[in-house]
């Protein structure tokens, strides 16, 4: 799995596919959510290997509990670790800890610098992601760029 290419997921693109909000989403968080859909859809149907984090699925899971049903969200958890085609790394202390260091330098969330922190260490230079703040990373191209 380690000579294919990869993709980076970031937490938000499972919050925007999955999370159910009680208000109307505004036309922007609308084509948002498609997207992300598109991208999990993909995903489960095999179409190109991806690597995340522990942390990310849990920073998602996280926000996703609010919305969803338990069972639901383990299922959710579990059929991601499930396939094939989904690396998750675990993230130790001393990683977690380079991270937060890198987030302080570029004004970052400890999560958002983890997930560069990954993406050099694994040479992967996309990343699916919402948060604009990944483009003012060199070498970093987010998807979708809108």
Known sequence: MATEKARFLDANIFIYAYYKPKRR???????????????????????????????HIAEAANILKHGMPVKELNDLILGLFMLDNVEVIGVKKELYFTAAELGRELKLDPND????EVMRANGITEIYSFDHDFDRIEGI?????S
Do not use: C, F, Y
């Open 113 to 116: 610098a983890l997930a560069i």
């Open 141 to 145: 191209t987010r998807i979708p760029a």
């Open 25 to 55: 989403l505004s036309q922007n968080e609308d084509a948002m959510k498609d997207q992300a859909k598109s991208i999990i859809h993909g995903m489960n149907a095999g179409e190109e290997l991806v690597r995340t984090t522990v942390v």
